[in-house]
């Protein structure tokens, strides 16, 4: 209970920096009111939405490699679930075959990231993410 306490923080943290982050297009995750589920996520998990959640930042898939090769404490790994803080970036991996059209009719953009919040310091995570953020913007 006290990881998954600590997992839950973590994200709802990450998750509010992103929201407001401008080279963020939108966040996926279930106890935010936008999410589609928001309400039977509140009914159904009342300790939280986990650490494993999507969000889409501006740009295009160059961006999206920009913004994974640039962090430094998140690892870039496909697994979740992990003490430590994983990245996946489907446009260049899982999916880099899918063209754009396609990756959008299955609901995932060019920009699309998965992560899965681990146990590190939320300081040091939210750091991380902001300066790969603004390398991903660079020439987006």
């Known amino acids: ?36 589920d928001h309400a039977l996520a509140q009914t159904l998990l009342p300790k939280g939405c986990g650490a494993v959640f999507s969000f889409n930042i501006k740009g295009s898939r160059t961006a999206g490699r920009r913004f994974v090769e640039s962090l430094q404490v998140f690892s870039h790994l496909a697994n979740v679930g992990d003490a430590k803080s ?15 059209d396609q990756l959008a009719a299955s609901g995932l ?12 310091d939320v300081g040091d995570l939210i750091e991380d993410l902001g300066r790969a953020l603004k390398a991903a913007q660079k020439g987006a």
């Open 86 to 100: 994983l990245v996946i970036h489907p446009a260049s991996t899982t999916h880099f075959r899918v063209p754009a």
């Open 109 to 120: 953009t060019e920009g699309t990231m998965r992560l899965s919040v681990g146990l590190e």
């Open 1 to 36: 209970a006290l990881r998954m306490d600590k997992h839950v923080a973590n994200t709802r943290k990450v998750v509010e920096f992103l929201v407001a982050h401008d080279a963020v297009e939108s966040v996926s995750y279930p106890e935010l009111e936008s999410h589609p």
